[in-house]
């Protein structure tokens, strides 16, 4: 089956410092990526959808100037957490699609962050 | 809104036994339901869908039946193996495409031999 990668699996950062987590889909074209985030006992929320060549759009309450997101071709996009604070501590997952109606989605295995 | 509830884990159960991890949704009109797992190390993988009421997805032993009446899709297994441990997650998406989802918590199995 198709396979999404991210990288890293896990990062510990200080507290202001900026945190990219890549997305890549190994084997197909990803028209459109999506960016989760899951706090500890919460659910795996959407935070944005990037589609290739274009702006992302971001879900209500989801900084955009904090998480930047660029998915500048049909194979990687990257979630970048600008001056990360210990807020920010969580669990960040991809995933890809190729676009198609009723295509399944490919996650990758997440990114825990933790922002001392 | 739409929102999915999980029961909390983890559930620990022998070899063999019965799972059941129960999953109810709120939600407009006619949602798709999905079962996705992901085992430890790995990306989430979709393990069953039901797109409409009285469906039943099915997959690797695995059941959940749409059920419209109590807004609920839980997953059953009758015989658990140690390789079903995992974390388990139940979602919903309001299109019929698979693309906008939203998540329950996850919960966790653990299966002992």
């Known amino acids: 089956g198709a396979v999404v990668s991210q990288h890293p699996s896990r990062v510990i950062c200080k507290s202001g410092t900026s945190v990219k987590i890549e997305c890549r889909s190994l084997?197909?074209?990803?028209?459109?990526m999506f960016w989760y985030r899951q706090f500890p006992k919460k659910s795996l929320m959407l935070m944005a959808t990037?589609?290739?060549?274009?702006?992302?759009?971001?879900e209500q309450g989801v900084e955009k100037d904090k998480f930047l997101i660029n998915h500048a071709s049909l194979t990687l996009s990257t979630l970048t957490v600008t001056s990360a604070h210990p807020e920010d501590s969580s669990f960040y997952i991809c995933?890809?699609?190729?676009?198609?109606?009723?295509?399944?989605?490919?996650f990758g295995s997440g990114t825990q962050l933790s922002v001392l | 809104g739409n929102s999915v509830t999980q029961m909390e884990g983890p559930v620990t159960l022998s070899e063999e036994a019965f799972l059941t991890i129960n999953c109810t949704y709120t939600?407009?009109?006619?949602?798709?339901l999905f079962w996705y797992v992901q085992y430890p190390g790995e990306g989430l993988q979709l393990l069953l869908k039901?797109?409409?009421?009285?469906d039943k997805g099915s997959n690797k032993g695995f059941e959940a039946t749409y059920r419209k009446e109590t807004t609920s899709f839980h997953l059953e297994k009758g015989s658990v193996q140690v390789s079903d441990s995992a974390v388990y997650f139940c979602?919903?998406?309001?299109?019929?495409?698979?693309?906008?989802?939203?998540f329950g918590t996850g919960t966790r199995l653990l299966v002992s031999p």
């Open positions: 995933s890809a699609s190729r676009g198609e109606i009723g295509e399944k989605l490919f």
């Open positions: 084997d197909f074209q990803a028209t459109t």
């Open positions: 990037s589609n290739e060549g274009s702006k992302a759009t971001y």
């Open positions: 939600a407009t009109g006619y949602p798709s």
């Open positions: 039901a797109t409409k009421a009285d």
């Open positions: 979602a919903l998406s309001r299109n019929t495409g698979f693309q906008k989802l939203v």
